[in-house]
């Protein structure tokens, strides 16, 4: 899966489709079999998979492993390779939770090469669509030159088509979780993705989503009895961790913080400095960061395109129209049937503010003892992102520290276009 | 309070004010005390409380009474009466749960006898505003006879001014939750209400508030102990009950629905049937129901009016639009600050999808043993409307059995008009 | 797997052995592994599983379903069926819930076919035990001659050894789901149980556990869309009737009840009516009733026996020390460590008194919001009986409906006996 | 009330009387309202209140606020004091939280001063008891003199009768919570206490509870704002060293620590070092340190005595006898109805242990997202002492820490004696 040669210039340009499938439970893979059946899709064309299963979100949530046990085996099943092996190279990065109007799907990422000027029609979902965008008639070389001449922003014009690139980082020991150690293996990790992708420049990569490690309070005993002291072995605090430490290691790949450990103490301190394009969500059930960049590249062809805007705060509105704006959508309150039959994936991150107030208003979050401030907060931006969309098969991940401006977040959306 | 005197055509119109204020916990009433002493209310001006305090809004939530009991000690302070003779005549209907973005804050409705052409000019509260409408330069003769000439609908260009009136029902037995005789009680307090308001017609009445009483296990086991059955002795499904029998009620009197008892088994059964303008809450600490009426009325003057449409499902984002336009506001696609100011008070209504979907998706509020369902769909619509009018402070009560179309609800708003 | 013969007085006795084990995630099924490495087990000498899942226990409880699809991942990997196969034919009953001192955990329960005289000298669980019981020197046509001169009561001095046969009923249609027919189709699975397990009187079942389907949201629309009315929608509601009918199911099978249709009333009505000898799970994961009986028969070999108590109320902590008596176990007032090490598994059924009171006392589990009153339940009555036992390795299970005494519920424990 | 003079050996001796009371909600104080009707007892003897309400017992508990908004109001109308007066002076201790089988109660202590000899024979409380001990025959300068001969240890044979004394702290500022600061408050205010119950020897003390200021996250802005660094914003973390400072302050006051300010390293860290006699609850609605303080002096008369023992783990069922057994009390397994009656009221408090085991087994209450872990312990502790005593009006209380043996906690009894 990540064995696939990195797209050249010259040779056959890939093709990244993208799938957004319901199920029914968290060990519901059938829409996605259903594709393998029909040949939409071939099991060794996925490159990685982003869900929403409906858990709670935490540190007990395990919607997420049932998930990935039974990805893996199906794929297993249709690949012939050992379940384990495919764990090992396929970032499934899972959130929990679908708060209100939330609906549990996953997105399903699969590459196809396919010679020059060739596209693949598959549509957005096996639920809807069918849509097939019209063939551009740009060749890659001219499009690369033109690249050259005039660079142009990833959420302007893009140069290419969406690409996709994954990798892995070595296993994160209990006691690196969130430090420098953690931050830098991430930003390894980012910059291999970014190359496997094709995507030379950091700005033509709209979005980075990863899968960070925790700590439990199995792995904080261990640890302790290995001698190593661990950050924190609170296992929400660690989670918070992980994730700051995921949206640095981004950034530092991404051009948007220098490699300084000096800032290892500006984690979950210091919230002015964020990443504008990273997602990290983090679970016990992985022990490595996994990472997928997406973004354009001349190498790679195909009608998907992606916008990703920072959210301000929870009541940002405004940001939802801002990462469709590139993509030729309007929502006017909401977006048209025939323009959300367009959009393939959405994915948000969030975060209950710090400092108990949304504009001056009083908010409840993270007092509250009964329902987990994460819990609280995708609902929230949930139900806004979903009203302006139309659509509840939005990924909305709570714990945003660091990814997106502070007590707000970011929203990123992949759709086909014209 | 629903001593004052009915209002003439003849006599001093009087004047509806909004105050919406923060709490810093259940039992802060500081905002209001600050008003009185300020003189910018009397303390025996006071109509009626509309509030969300911070509770889960099941059976167990205490919030409300201690709201409450709170309450009525500043007014039997303030106004040298019992606070048990003010609090069976003060409607105060809470709303628990501020989920998400919401914000704790209560609503208070103060009405001022003004000689004819006056405008009291109060803020719409303490933290923004000291908005002072224009005055509008119309007589409440002269409106009246247009009026009668060119009636117009409440959500239209309304005849008048924004009014308010107040009942209490009988105190409900256990046993009659959710029967005809619950739903009768309601009826004949809404008109009582109406009447206290001087709104001649149904279609003049913009919005119903209604807090009605429950049956608790502890209830349920009096009632069998006296020899009486009660519909239902699970707490949860009689708070259903009671927001049907409350909703139905209401639509009697607006005219929605015909007094008939046959239709006492549509309650909960037939969704079809549902007020457009009622909305209900349903609490442990009240014993009778408890009517607000509001609407508009040329007997009544000030800058005040109120729009409401009904929500056709939890992503339904032009609702929202529907009840600004005859207020004046546009959100495109959020209120502007200089609108905001002029919003005086939020009221929405939601519930989770019966059948376990929204627009086709599934969503798993109704299938969670961690969140209670009403606390999902109130986070979420919370967060879309909160997103639209930039602000948290919105009373989103969930429980829309029979109030707005099923799986759906409604949202109004009051603002000063210019 | 249910495939193995009857076992007859004459030929060869098979032996149950009582593994157990526990897990550090749903997903775990590790210390299963290292039994089947170590040969302590065999994969096809599987026969039933219970066990107690992190989850919450409710209609989003998928923690179940996770163990159930690991553990008939390992079973196919170690017997070279199909796991589908195995997962129609070998009870795996869970619960989900550890509130409170709970440990995730489960019991595995495996028959071996031993020449007779022999004795297999299974440990109880790797992480303690490794107990050898007394060779007890008595051969199975002996006992049987002498239980057939001198019948005992199962819970008296026992006849023969711990038997176990377990059963599948037909998948039951969510229509079906609390009513006689799911009464009956667990009665004859009951039946079906005790003649694979050689137990021939009902008074020699010491326990039948049950696992029975439910109406999820998604079952009640594909019912209806089929033309069937379920009984209701409400997917606790419908748990708690699943229940009902299983202990009904059984209690005929028992010669507790009659099988009189007209009883169907009697379901979650009249609770005089129970099963003092029945639990029953419910869950999403499952179509059919699943049985598992264990009882003692002469035809049986082997060091374990059965105590089964029922719980008159949730403090009733008297009941656990007449289930430990005819295994010569005492509690005084915690079973010492010697004792605890014969223990094998416990089983507790229990349920939140529906009258809101435990002796006189108001209790708050039927009106909590934010916990679902059978966590309540399983975390009071599971800390009473672990502090007895003095491990909380305790299969405890809510949703007590028709098991044991109203408000109350039983408990039984297997013990390797001298 | 806390001006009442200190009990002298010469004059008339104090004695204490404990009525244990139920509550249909956090706001019914009708029970003591009745017995200050009957004239059982005087408004102004009432010197402490501890009580169970049915909150969540976390930073958003608003039951405690309530109750004891209530109670002031009703101790205002009898007394004629001003409500904030006695709020200021009567320490009431509430834990919320009656998880499982725990009944929401309030236990109130009482002291009237009776001429030496006399006996005031009021009752435990209104539901039943009305248990009238017998005399005890000995006058107070018998047994002073006697003790001083023969000093005993406060839990074996106790000198003279149960006493009691409260204190109050100044309020702690935000930035003092958890520090050194804020132990040495508690250890004066408990000290202050002592010398009000007439109790010289620290030893005498049979049980100290607290009830000690946190930061919210409204206080932590406040402080922040005003240049002050709070030690941790996190609402829960807070509450832990508020509880951390309370037991130790407690310890020092009773010898049981040295007043070393380098131990401020120790709170939350070295939990070796507890009090075997405190326990400390925290609130939201408190700015003060509370102190009660009860033990056994010669200067009091009465029937009234008290145990205490620690708890080893969860599942120390045998400490409960260790505390019932100076009373004279027996629980094989459960107290007898005869002895329950003697008892007056029971104080808990438990622990999830957070090396994420009990005894070997792995417990979730640690890594549970959905329901607080101190909610889990309350009701598994709660369900194993409920069942020795056969009664749920047990004060069980979380947040241990440093209150008894890490992983466990204490447990006290009231009782009458013979």
Same mark, same amino acid.
């Given at each position: ?95 929990? +939770? ?8 996953? =997105? ?23 849509? *097939?965008?019209?063939? %551009?008639?740009? $060749? ?7 690249? *050259? +001449?005039?660079? %142009? ?27 420098? /150690?953690?931050? /830098? ?21 709209? #979005? ?7 700590? *439990? ?66 679970? &016990? ?13 001349? /190498? ?15 009541? $940002? ?40 107030? &949304?504009?001056?208003?009083?908010? *409840?979050?993270?007092? $509250? ?9 995708? +609902?929230?931006?949930?139900?806004? =992102?979903?009203? &302006?969309?139309?659509?509840? /098969?939005? #990924?909305?991940? +709570? ?17 086909? &276009?014209?």
């Amino acid at each position: 899966m990540t064995s696939a040669p990195l797209p050249t210039a010259a040779g056959p340009r890939p093709q990244l489709t993208v799938h957004r499938l319901g199920m029914a439970h968290p060990g519901d893979l059938s829409e996605l079999a259903a594709l393998f059946d029909a040949g939409a899709v071939a099991a060794d064309e996925v490159v990685a998979v982003i869900g929403k299963t409906e858990g709670n979100g935490g540190v007990n949530d395990f919607t997420r492993g049932y998930f990935t046990q039974s990805l893996m085996q199906l794929l297993a099943q249709r690949t012939g390779r050992p379940a384990e092996a495919i764990w090992r190279e396929l970032p499934c990065v899972l959130s929990g +939770g679908t708060e209100g109007v939330l609906s549990p799907h996953y =997105v399903v990422f699969s590459r196809r090469l396919l010679p020059a000027g060739k596209t693949h029609a598959a549509g957005i979902g096996p639920e809807g669509a069918h849509y *097939t965008p019209p063939a %551009t008639g740009t $060749d890659a070389k001219a499009q690369a030159s033109a690249d *050259t +001449g005039a660079p %142009t922003r990833a959420n302007g014009a893009a140069p290419g088509a969406l690409a996709i690139g994954t990798a892995f980082s070595a296993p994160t020991p209990a006691q690196d979780i969130g430090r420098w /150690r953690q931050v /830098r293996a991430v930003a390894q990790a980012v910059r291999a993705a970014m190359d496997q992708a094709g995507i030379d420049r950091p700005e033509d990569v709209a #979005f980075v989503q990863l899968k960070c490690p925790c700590v *439990t309070s199995a792995r904080a005993q261990a640890a302790a009895a290995a001698g190593h002291a661990v950050l924190t072995a609170d296992p929400g605090r660690s989670m918070a961790f992980a994730r700051a430490a995921g949206a640095f290691g981004a950034a530092i790949a991404l051009g948007e913080l220098p490699d300084d450990p000096a800032l290892e103490g500006a984690l979950l301190q210091d919230f002015d400095r964020f990443s504008a394009r990273a997602s990290v969500s983090c679970g &016990v059930e992985v022990e490595a960061n996994e990472v997928i960049v997406l973004g354009h590249s001349a /190498r790679w062809q195909g009608p998907l395109r992606m916008g990703c805007a920072p959210m301000r705060d929870a009541l $940002d509105i405004a940001a939802v129209g801002q990462a469709l704006r590139p993509l030729g959508l309007q929502a006017a309150p909401q977006l048209p049937a025939a323009q959300a039959a367009r959009v393939a994936a959405v994915f948000v991150k969030c975060e209950p503010d710090r400092r108990g107030q &949304v504009r001056g208003a009083r908010h *409840t979050m993270l007092d $509250d003892t009964d329902i987990n401030a994460q819990r609280h907060i995708r +609902g929230a931006v949930g139900g806004l =992102v979903a009203g &302006v969309l139309g659509d509840g /098969r939005i #990924f909305v991940s +709570g714990g945003a520290e660091h990814q997106g401006p502070d007590g707000g977040g970011l929203v990123a959306v992949i759709a086909h &276009v014209g």
